[in-house]
């Protein structure tokens, strides 16, 4: 999450809080309004061909909203599905053989019970038995040795199969698809544009739940709890104050100091401590204005 820039009207109400926060008694603290902002980055290299977004665009979670050029990828998936085919080829040749030595092992198999009933009325010498397991035995070598000499053969097409896998998880990214629901803060790639790994292409926020990150001074921390309900004002753009509810859901475990735009020397020693409230918004706080802050007991 990106911290918001703080406004130089929401510091002069800080400096107020801070000079004189034994005599305030209507907020507490002072801040300025911040959303859960996400990045959307490219995950392939290649072109845009697509991309359906505009700044202030609503989106749902889960929709694709642009792609990128999979001509490449396409053509070395048909080449690696080709070179399998190729070795699947060469895997049937050593099936065949394996199979034509199982075959010969049923069939001694089969004459081996045989003698086994003749062995028990004396009718035929044990030396049959003997070169028929002989026999059993030898094939049994051979489908290893089989195995064994084209083991080769079977890694590559295991290989094979990887690689289509990677091909198409690639293909399957080059879909640029919305992560959540929200609202298209900053767009900041065109279509026909070249993108890499990584290359930031929008940044998106769900502006249904927005959060204050105001600030306490040390003297307030212990009256401060998180879950605590608060209550949290912002202009009405009519020289009021609107409120709404929200609960304090974060407190920094570090003090900094007060932020540098205040410019007295008692003020910039002040040591401050960070918090989050966060607030359902329906469409009338905006991102980086000012707020202000009751908690309640």
Request: proline content about 2%; aromatic content about 6%; charged content about 25%.
């Amino acid at each position: 999450m990106k911290k918001s820039i703080l406004t130089l009207t929401s510091f002069i109400f800080f400096s107020i809080l801070i000079s004189c926060s034994s005599d305030n008694k209507l907020s507490d603290a002072f801040g300025n309004f911040e959303a859960i902002e996400i990045t959307v980055s490219s995950e392939v290299q290649g072109k845009i061909l697509s991309l359906n977004i505009e700044e202030g665009t609503n989106l749902d979670s889960g929709i694709k909203v642009g792609f990128i050029d999979t001509v490449n990828l396409w053509l070395k998936l048909k080449q690696v599905e080709s070179q399998k085919s190729a070795v699947q080829a060469k895997v049937s040749n050593v099936i065949s053989q394996i199979n034509v030595q199982n075959q010969q092992k049923t069939n001694f198999n089969s004459e081996k019970k045989r003698i086994e009933k003749l062995l028990k009325d004396k009718a035929v010498p044990e030396k049959q038995l003997d070169d028929i397991n002989n026999a059993i035995s030898l094939i049994d070598k051979q489908i290893e040795l089989i195995k064994t000499q084209n083991q080769s053969v079977f890694s590559e097409l295991d290989g094979m199969d990887y690689q289509i896998k990677q091909v198409k998880d690639q293909i399957k990214k080059s879909y640029i698809i919305n992560p959540i629901k929200g609202t298209v803060l900053e767009k900041y790639m065109e279509q026909s544009e070249m993108v890499v790994p990584g290359k930031a292409i929008y940044k998106i926020a769900n502006l249904d739940e927005i959060i204050l990150r105001a600030y306490i001074s040390e003297k307030q921390l212990a009256n401060v709890k998180v879950n605590q309900k608060a209550t949290v004002l912002f202009d009405d753009g009519k020289g009021g104050l609107k409120e709404v509810s929200g609960n304090v859901f974060w407190i920094s475990s570090q003090s900094e100091f007060t932020p540098k735009i205040i410019q007295t020397r008692y003020e910039r020693q002040s040591l401050v401590y960070a918090i989050k409230i966060k607030v359902k918004n329906n469409g009338t706080i905006k991102i980086g204005m000012p707020g202000e802050l009751q908690l309640r007991n």
